[in-house]
């Protein structure tokens, strides 16, 4: 009995073994040992829930605000939809606010870049991969200036030099907290396979004019190999638009 209980269980661990290995080896890299990211994904939503556009950030994750940070991060909307809901005129949803729509993104990479391309407006970043500091004596942008860097198989995009910008779409849950960030804000992203679909997506907010330290939020994205056959929709802004905010003109 001994015999077969000791045999039983080496064969469980050679399964363990075996299964473990199996998921490293479905893990995908780049011809330089990189993992390598490419493909169609899901936005980043909290594991085992939805989440995107209005429910993107916790408030109980959220560094104490400093003396003053509450105002600059609660902007009261006002009335004009230019500024309530600027995306209405064409203008940019901004970085992370695109990003964590419910939309599709597709990630090709190769050596030298990391692209993401969200389905939402569109949205386009190249992030570098060959450890160059971010760029000096260019304007903000909405979307900032992101670099990249490898951690062992942790990809590190840090992204600096943004316009201020609103957060996330959190005024469409409570209109009364029209979230923004300042200019100082600063973003790190970390990606890592969890398994061959599914990646590890940690987001950490600095904005040290409003907050008293970072603070971080993890979620994951999942792998759709079946979006490869459509890609990705187009997504353009409305041309000779007669109706802005719902206000037609002639």
Sequence with gaps: M?????????????????????????????????????????????????????????????APF????????????????????????????GFPSGF?????????????????????????????????????????????DPVGRWEGDTLVIDTRNFKRWSLDDYYYQNPKEYRMHTDAFHTTERLRFVDGSTISYQFTVDDPNIFTKPWSEDFE??????????GLYEFVCEENNRCPGGNCRK
Aim: aromatic share 10%; net charge positive.
């Design 2 to 62: 001994k015999a077969i209980a000791s045999i039983t269980i080496l064969a469980c661990l050679a399964l363990a073994l075996s299964a473990n290995g199996q998921q490293g080896q479905k893990i995908p890299r780049t011809p330089e040992g990189k993992p390598d990211f490419s493909g169609f994904w899901g936005n980043p939503t909290r594991p085992g829930q939805r989440g995107g556009g209005a429910l993107t950030f916790s408030k109980e994750k959220m």
């Design 66 to 93: 400093k003396p003053g940070g509450e105002a600059l991060f609660y902007e009261p909307r006002t009335g004009d939809p230019r500024h309530d809901e600027p995306r209405a005129f064409c203008m940019p949803s």
């Design 221 to 230: 994205m999942k792998l759709h190999p079946e979006w490869n056959a459509t």
């Design 100 to 144: 964590f729509g419910p939309y599709p993104i597709q990630i090709v990479q190769n050596k030298d870049y990391l692209v993401m391309v969200t389905e939402f407006q569109r949205i386009t970043r190249l992030i570098p991969l060959d450890g160059r500091p971010h760029q000096k004596g260019v304007e903000p942008t909405y979307f900032g």
